[in-house]
């Protein structure tokens, strides 16, 4: 997959030639403006290969998109990952059912929640349960399911897990909350507040390639492409649906169900240090270490890339 994404050269661009650039993301609603820009707004088509941050640590991809969460994780093995733009926020809903005595956020206490551990979608469910005064410890964590086929397969199990009483409630990223609505119909109940989290959802380059004059080029040129396709999405998103439904392998209806939860603001949030210095503390206390300082975690953030490309230079 990704010897598809690693393009030749680029045709010229004022008599200059763009280097390789390798693209690569989690294969989410969030990335459609990713998918976009690369196929349709950056000067060569290109693909964007399956999988996130990793990827740039392992040499597989250039620039690569994941939420905050999984940038604070791996940050640790690579310091010289950099966020250089926000994609997309997310903004995650928890649903539940009616049939299990749930008509409000306390009534979690004592329920069984399915929720894929150590992601944002399990810092978001920690984040709600403290808005009413409860933790992990009150609820009955159901393991997320690892099915063969993959995370796609297991999200999609989700919606049948409490359809068969296997769980209360699920905590997950879109489309499965649309799909779960969908599902249970009038024993749904939602649960949302979008002022105590939405998944960041960040374009991360190296340091070393932003240094680096013919790769930052071409990082710059790309981040041009997300910002021409991200006004062309807030424009008018249905005619791209099917090429993100390609990429993506979700259908042009599924897209459509979480659409509503997505907003796409290309800067980066203006909020993102506080974001990441927040998290910092859970994703810290989960692996028994200190927290990194806020100085420390603004090091991971480089809005000069993003202002090259607004500027048109």
Not at 78 to 99: C, H, M, Q, W
Not at 151 to 162: E, H, I, L
């Amino acid at each position: 997959m990704f010897g598809d994404s690693q393009s030749a050269m680029t045709e010229p661009m004022d008599d200059v030639y763009l280097p390789t650039i390798r693209v690569s993301g989690s294969y989410w609603i969030e990335l459609s403006p990713v998918v976009v820009a690369a196929q349709s707004f950056y000067p060569v088509a290109i693909s964007v290969g399956e999988g996130g941050i990793t990827r740039i640590t392992s040499g597989e991809a250039d620039i690569a998109t994941n939420a905050e969460t999984q940038l604070l994780r791996e940050s640790l093995v690579n310091p010289d990952l950099r966020i250089i733009a926000t994609v997309t926020e997310s903004f995650y809903r928890l649903v539940g059912k009616r049939s299990s005595g749930i008509g409000s956020l306390a009534d979690l206490a004592g329920k069984r929640v399915m929720v894929p551990y150590n992601t944002s979608a399990n810092y978001y469910l920690v984040a709600m349960l403290a808005e009413v005064g409860l933790t992990e410890e009150d609820i009955t964590l159901v393991p997320f399911p690892r099915l063969e086929a993959g995370v796609k397969a297991s999200m999609d199990y989700m919606s049948q897990a409490m359809l068969a009483g296997e769980a209360d409630v699920i905590a997950i990223w879109e489309p499965e909350p649309a799909s779960a609505i969908e599902e249970l119909g009038d024993d749904a109940i939602v649960l949302q507040d979008r002022s105590v989290y939405r998944e960041v959802f960040n374009l991360h380059a190296r340091a070393s390639d932003l240094a680096d004059p013919d790769k930052r080029r071409a990082i710059v040129t790309f981040l041009r492409a997300l910002i021409e396709a991200t006004e062309a999405l807030r424009q008018n998103p249905g005619p791209y649906w099917p090429q993100i439904a390609e990429v993506i392998s979700y259908s042009e209806e599924e897209i459509a169900g979480g659409w509503p939860e997505m907003e796409f603001p290309v800067q980066i949030v203006p909020d993102m240090l506080d974001v990441l210095e927040t998290e910092e503390a859970w994703v810290a206390k989960e692996k028994d270490r200190m927290p990194r300082s806020r100085d420390e975690l603004a090091r991971f953030i480089d809005y000069s890339p993003l202002v090259e490309a607004m500027s048109g230079r």
